[in-house]
């Protein structure tokens, strides 16, 4: 036996032991420490899945050993026995992980019982119906939970019972059709097991305590997991306590509890119960509950002891507890308590009603509330009814959070023509590309078959605010496009879908949705984050109507604005195309100055929206061809419209192809090739801004250029030069003195291997941590989506790179670059422009590694305010 402890009575632990005893565990320990009446037990550590898992999904010898040494010490306690017949010891069995976990085993109750302990059981109670009850109920989650032998099989034989003897309710059935009933899914469960049913308490133990380890790596809790940044390696833990009974006659019952409003946060006890019943009754919908206020009718001394535990726990703990209890005989157990779950509404209200109630600080506020929640504030969310009500026909990326329902739409054009005229449209397609813009401004959500996290789909979305689920590859389109499959079911633009980009789920129907609503208690939690935050929190926004949002939502300046976004707008495409097919440097000069008053109009736009505040913007990163059609038809009106043969514009657009995952003509590489490109964009930004800040000679612009996709500090310079000849030469001409500075994106790796030597000519880095991921993990950020369930299936990766910054490898690149760029110029300014910058794990990282400011888009930057603020107290903490 080795001396490491996996096993702890209730009496052993406390709250603060939540890593190794979970989050119910550590509880239950409290709740005994506080003299509560809490059913006796004890609990097998976290420690002790992870070790089963290291074992090779098996219970050690020592550990077994260990579990079975609590249990005589639970016998001693409790003065019963496993399998004793005169005073049999029925235990409970639930896992409880460190965070509460949906997804994960549900509780076995009874466990214990056999034959001949139900009979004595039946005979010392004198009461056979609760005895049997509880047997045929024991069976039925043993071998729902354990064996996997699904609940329907049990459900019909009980049906089949009550069609028999002509009744209606199970509480109908006498305590010999109980008995009859127990017989038969015995007899069921060896038909679907191939062996009898076990009847001693150990084994019967040891089952359930494997099946509560087995449920951490089954798929709801892995995805559940994944999406609420859970690692795989902390465990559960697994919870054995004594049973007390709500079911044993019209003394008992059994209930749940909040302590304030879950939906609301209104202050107040919240829950219901029922008598005579057990479990699952409660929440089974079988009977209808009574609301927790008749309990003091029922029973006024247990109701008045009930309240007063919630004072005291609501107390202790300083948030809204969530409990479970039994009444039996009369008499109150807790069985749990832990901190509720909540909708994003309560959870604001709550935070801040404890801090006037003087129950919390201000900070602590700030760091109970999740910021993902913040999502739900700011985005449209389905109708409760209605979602409980709908099944989901596919499952995509979670790619722009929010809800939406609409009728299909095929194509950007149609889904802006329905769009204009009010009507509700999805756009479904293969993926997006940037001429589709203004379809997807138009569509209530986005749909598309290929893409990952970070594909032109999702990031144009999460700009918008606009739900999006990407990388559905179920759906397969008809030829000609204008219908697709999913879920067996064909659609085409006559018929309703519904999207939750929360998700990722995919209804076939209509679903009613309500809009964002922000409250007070949202502007008083984000000044509170506001004022603990020490990283500054800008936004990705590529044009004043976007900047204008991210002002609304606080964001402190632009991390990135993606010029090539504006290139689709209005006639700005035709310019951009005829310098792409340009023979000569003059042709292209000539489209250039084309689009220079355009550009130069945007840029002006967006410096007068972000009133100050500091702006980057990027030089162009995309390879040319995105311009371009690509249709037959498209390509013959083009070639009209500019005067050019078909063929020739053929061979324009042959000659710029590229593959996935891109990595060829883009960037700085194009600044390269074609100077007066660069030359121009440095024109529009540095004229632009000299025209803002006479206007606004209270501003300080200060602007700050940004060269993509650099990997070479010579390629940087090279650019450089023409960024500040072109400058210096407009602002001497403008007789005012515009600073400005010359940066760039770090998203090749081998920038940032070389980020000392870059940084002595760049003056900020920001992080580009899109393409820092793609090329550093080498695959496409576009096609990742195909095959990262096969990894996540697999246990290889636990999240999607593009999403959740992989900190071992991506981020050891960022940290090297840092410490690097800071060995050559200690003040450079440093912050992050890649998804990961709105991402809450990933902005703790951005801390870590001492950024800034992180940038994301516009409807993320309350996220990351509040993340940031976070990150900071946890550093403070450290
Ligand atoms: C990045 O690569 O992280 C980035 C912000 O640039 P883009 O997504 O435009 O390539
Ligand atoms: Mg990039």
Request: aromatic content about 8%; glycine content about 10%; overall charge negative.
């Amino acid at each position: 036996m080795t001396d490491h402890k996996y096993v702890y009575e209730f009496s052993e632990g406390d709250a603060s032991m939540k890593n190794l005893l979970g989050g119910k565990g550590a509880n239950l320990a409290e709740m005994t420490g506080l003299g509560m009446p809490v059913p006796q037990g004890f609990t097998i550590t976290t420690e002790a899945c992870t070790q089963y898992y290291v074992d090779g999904e098996a219970i050690n010898d020592s550990i077994k050993a260990e579990i079975l040494g609590y249990v005589a010490k639970l016998e001693a306690l409790t003065g019963k026995k496993f399998g004793d017949l005169d005073n049999p010891l029925l235990v409970s069995v639930r896992s409880g992980a460190r965070a509460s976990m949906p997804g994960m085993m549900d509780t076995i109750l009874n466990l214990g019982m056999n034959d001949e302990v139900a009979e004595r059981f039946a005979e010392k109670t004198n009461n056979p119906r609760f005895a049997y009850d509880s047997y045929r109920r024991f069976i039925q989650m043993y071998s729902d939970v354990v064996m996997e032998v699904g609940k329907s099989h049990f459900e019909k034989l009980i049906d089949e019972m009550k069609e028999a003897r002509g009744v209606i309710q199970d509480t109908d059935l006498t305590a010999e059709d109980l008995k009859e009933l127990a017989v038969e899914f015995k007899a069921q469960y060896k038909a679907k097991v191939g062996q009898d049913f076990p009847t001693d308490p150990v084994e019967q133990l040891f089952g359930a305590i494997k099946a509560v380890f087995r449920s951490w790596d089954n798929p709801r809790a892995v995805y559940y997991r994944r999406m609420n940044d859970i690692p795989g390696s902390w465990g559960t833990a697994v919870n054995v306590q004594s049973m007390v009974f709500g079911n044993t006659g019209d003394t008992s019952g059994t209930g749940v509890a909040f302590s304030r409003n879950p939906a609301t946060g209104e202050k107040g006890l919240y829950g219901e119960f029922l008598m005579n019943a057990q479990g699952e009754d409660v929440v089974a919908g079988i009977r209808t509950p009574e609301t927790i206020d008749q309990l003091r009718d029922e029973n006024p001394e247990v109701y008045n002891q009930f309240v007063a535990i919630v004072d005291k726990l609501e107390n202790h703990y300083h948030d809204m507890q969530d409990m479970e209890f039994t009444i039996e005989e009369g008499k109150l157990f807790m069985l749990q308590t832990r901190n509720g779950k909540r909708t994003a509404a309560a959870a604001f209200k709550i935070a801040c009603d404890l801090v006037d109630e003087g129950q919390i600080t201000s900070t602590q506020a700030v760091a109970m509330i999740d910021p993902k929640q913040i999502d739900a504030l700011l985005h449209p969310q389905f109708d409760v009814a209605g979602l409980a009500a709908a099944t989901p026909i596919g499952k995509g990326l979670p790619a722009s959070p929010g809800a939406a329902c609409g009728k299909v739409s095929f194509t950007a054009e149609d889904a802006a023509a329905r769009g204009k005229k009010g009507e509700d449209v999805i756009l479904v397609r293969l993926e997006t590309t940037p001429e589709d813009i203004e379809g997807m401004h138009y569509a209530k959500g986005i749909l598309t078959a290929r893409g990952g996290m970070t594909s032109h789909a999702a990031v144009v979305a999460r700009g918008m605010g606009t739900c999006c689920v990407s990388g559905l590859g179920d759906v397969s389109f008809a030829p000609g496009g204008q219908s697709f499959t999913l879920g067996g079911k064909t659609f085409t633009s006559d018929d309703w879908i519904s999207l939750d980009g929360a998700t990722g789920a995919v209804y076939g129907e209509q679903i009613g949705t309500v809009p964002a609503e922000i409250s007070g208690y949202f502007g008083r939690i984000i000044g509170w984050a506001d004022e603990v935050r020490t990283m500054k929190v800008r936004t990705n926004a590529d044009t004043p109507a976007d900047a204008r949002q991210a002002r609304e939502f606080g964001a402190e300046g632009i991390g990135l604005c993606r010029t090539e976004h504006m290139f689709f707008e209005g006639d700005r495409i035709a310019a951009i195309r005829e310098m792409i097919v340009s023979k000569t440097v003059e042709q292209r000069e000539a489209a250039l100055a084309k689009l220079l008053p355009m550009q130069r109009g945007d840029f002006e736009g967006i410096y007068e929206a972000m009133e100050g505040f500091p702006v980057t913007i990027r030089l162009l990163d995309p390879p040319l061809h995105e311009f371009l059609p690509h249709d037959e038809d498209d390509i013959v009106a083009l070639a009209a419209e500019m005067n050019l043969a078909v063929d020739d514009l053929k061979a324009v657009i042959a000659s710029l192809h590229e593959f996935n995952p891109m990595m060829g003509h883009r960037g700085c590489r194009l600044d390269v090739t074609y100077p007066e490109i660069g030359a121009m964009q440095t024109r529009a930004i540095i004229e632009a801004a000299i025209n803002v800040q006479k206007r606004h000679p209270e501003w300080n612009l200060v602007p700050e250029i940004m060269v993509p996709l650099v990997g070479e500090v010579k390629e940087f310079v090279f650019v450089k030069n023409i960024i500040t000849s072109t400058a210096d030469a407009i602002i001497a001409e403008s007789g005012i003195d515009l600073k400005y500075l010359v940066g760039t994106m770090i998203e090749i790796p081998r920038a940032a291997l070389t980020a000392d030597e870059i940084a002595k000519e760049a003056e900020f880095f920001s992080f580009g941590t899109n393409d820092l991921t793609q090329m550093t993990f080498g695959f496409s950020r576009d096609d990742a989506g195909m095959f990262l369930d096969a990894y996540y299936d697999k246990k290889i990766y636990e999240n999607d790179p593009f999403a959740r910054l992989d900190q071992i490898g991506v981020g050891k690149l960022v940290k090297t670059a840092v410490e690097l760029g800071k060995s050559t110029r200690p003040d450079i300014k440093l912050g992050i422009c890649g998804e990961h910058g709105g991402d809450p794990s990933s902005i703790e990282f951005c801390q870590q590694v001492g950024l800034n400011y992180v940038s994301c888009s516009p409807f993320r930057v309350p996220i990351a305010r509040l993340a940031a603020a976070q990150s900071a107290l946890k550093a403070q903490q450290a």
